[in-house]
């Protein structure tokens, strides 16, 4: 009796030695504060990207995360705060993805060809920034003029842009009058056209905007646009 009280006892002991452990992993996971933050950041993007800023719900956003309506409010304080931190995350991907193309070493043509390729791929493959551009746009640039560190990365990438013009006018193969901010905005009105106004342009022209072969004609046509548009 004694031994089986023994093993009885060494059991329990051990058992209760792994409790804890999974209990603290699983507490590790829930109090992970970047990776939760996160998972609401990526869920709001998309809740917000398809009912805009008055049609979201926190508790539609709380119920489809890892964590909690109050924890959401601990984080981003109002469901505002969550907006604009979702508009932050969202300008600061694709700025920091374009500030790996190293452009400033790519002879101005080639640079400015890739540029406004990456622009099109990204903003076909990430129709949740068009939208949620949109909804800014639809509250007047409000939250963004919030938002000093978005305003200044965007202005870096009119700098990187602004130094292909330069490096472009001083070889001779772009006209001297561009504006790098004018230039900015017609590449992104040409690639943003091709998201924002895919549904209605497909059925008015009975053109399937989504198909492979209209995508990639479309895009060597953005691209060729406007290497024409800063030709000499």
């Known amino acids: 009796m004694a031994r089986v009280s023994l093993k009885t006892v060494a059991k329990e002991a051990g058992a209760g030695s792994v409790r804890p452990a999974a209990k603290a992993k699983e507490k590790s996971r829930t109090n992970d504060p970047d990776r939760t933050r996160a998972n609401i950041i990526e869920v709001a993007t998309h809740e917000f990207s398809e009912k805009g800023l008055s049609g979201a719900r926190i508790d539609e956003i709380a119920e489809r995360t890892r964590t909690s309506k109050r924890m959401i409010y601990y984080y981003f304080e109002s469901k505002e705060g969550l907006y604009r931190a979702v508009l932050e995350e969202?300008?600061?991907?694709?700025?920091?993805?374009?500030?790996?193309?190293?452009?400033?070493?790519?002879?101005?043509?080639?640079?400015?060809?890739?540029?406004?390729?990456?622009?099109?791929?990204?903003?076909?493959?990430?129709?949740?920034?068009?939208?949620?551009?949109m909804v800014e746009n639809i509250h007047h640039g409000e939250h963004i003029a919030q938002l000093s560190q978005t305003q200044q990365a965007n202005m870096a990438a009119i700098d990187t842009l602004r130094g292909i013009v330069q490096r472009?006018?001083?070889?001779?193969?772009?006209?001297?009058?561009?504006?790098?901010?004018?230039?900015?905005?017609?590449?992104?009105?040409?690639?943003?056209?091709?998201v924002a106004n895919r549904y209605t342009f497909s059925t008015i022209f009975k053109v399937d905007m989504a198909s492979p072969a209209e995508t990639a004609a479309r895009r060597e046509s953005v691209a060729d646009m406007v290497l024409r548009f800063v030709a000499p």
């Open 168 to 194: 472009g006018i001083d070889s001779g193969v772009f006209r001297k009058d561009l504006n790098p901010i004018d230039l900015h905005m017609s590449i992104s009105a040409l690639c943003f056209f091709n």
């Open 90 to 133: 969202s300008y600061r991907r694709i700025r920091t993805i374009e500030a790996t193309l190293d452009l400033e070493n790519k002879p101005p043509l080639e640079a400015l060809a890739q540029h406004v390729r990456f622009t099109f791929d990204y903003q076909l493959a990430n129709t949740d920034f068009i939208r949620l551009v």
